[in-house]
């Protein structure tokens, strides 16, 4: 079982603002990162190291964290965001990599 | 251009074993942290294993003791060598430049993925 926790799937409304969270311990002491991933496609990194955006991401992509929580927020989202969007840190040992279950989110 | 182009994947009976490759352009593999990352179908992201640039490396509990991670430098390429395939070993796997600072962990570049079935 992953030690990040993702609710499995979530909805917007078109133009309307989602957030996507990810749960675990080792998250009190890392920050998450965020993918997106379409069908049939390799996974896009959209936030880094707490809340950095690639070149090319649009700004309306961000990033907060609380806690054992992190959250990946889209502010007006769009039809081509529909996708599946995962977490990744560090686990709690801190030397191995580790994703959430993933979000498929569904953009109305 | 950076890019990752990952080969070897295909139909390998259970237990048997199979290399993939990842050839890299773009980037040199010595002075980069490359990890391995795979995906069940239908399923999540799974990190598989890490090769530091010191030559450390490291693998998720499901593939340790069966899977070992390699680079050739003279080549630019990483390879994952996997033994006692499993028929949970079906995925794509992708090969990824790992970023690793102290306070985070991701993944910059992707290849496309190179599909492993494992099955009789």
């Known amino acids: 079982s992953s030690e990040l926790t993702q609710d499995p799937a979530v909805s917007v409304a078109l133009g309307q603002t989602v957030r996507i969270t990810c749960q675990g311990n080792s998250l009190r002491s890392y920050y998450a990162s965020w993918y997106q991933q379409k069908p049939g496609q390799a996974p896009l990194l959209v936030i880094y190291d707490k809340d950095n955006r690639p070149s090319g991401i649009p700004d309306r992509f961000s990033a907060s964290s609380s806690g054992n929580t992190a959250s990946l927020t889209i502010t007006g989202a769009q039809a081509e965001d529909e996708a599946d969007y995962y977490c990744?840190?560090?686990?709690?040992?801190?030397?191995?990599?580790?994703f959430g279950g993933g979000t498929k989110l569904t953009v109305l | 251009e950076v890019q990752l182009v990952e080969s070897g994947g295909g139909l390998i009976q259970p237990g048997g074993s199979q290399r993939l490759s990842c050839a890299a352009s773009g980037l040199t593999v010595s002075s980069n942290y490359m990890s391995w990352v795979r995906q069940a179908p239908g399923k999540g992201l799974e990190w598989v294993s890490v090769i530091y640039t010191g030559d450390t490396k490291y693998y998720a509990d499901s593939v340790r003791g069966r899977f070992t991670i390699s680079r050739d430098n003279s080549k630019n390429t990483v390879y994952l060598q996997m033994n006692s395939l499993r028929a949970e070993d079906t995925a794509v796997y992708y090969c990824?430049?790992?970023?690793?600072?102290?306070?985070?962990?991701?993944?910059?570049?992707w290849g496309r993925g190179t599909l492993v079935t494992v099955s009789s």
């Open positions: 990744n840190s560090r686990d709690s040992s801190g030397s191995h990599g580790v």
């Open positions: 990824a430049r790992d970023r690793a600072p102290p306070t985070s962990w991701y993944f910059d570049i």
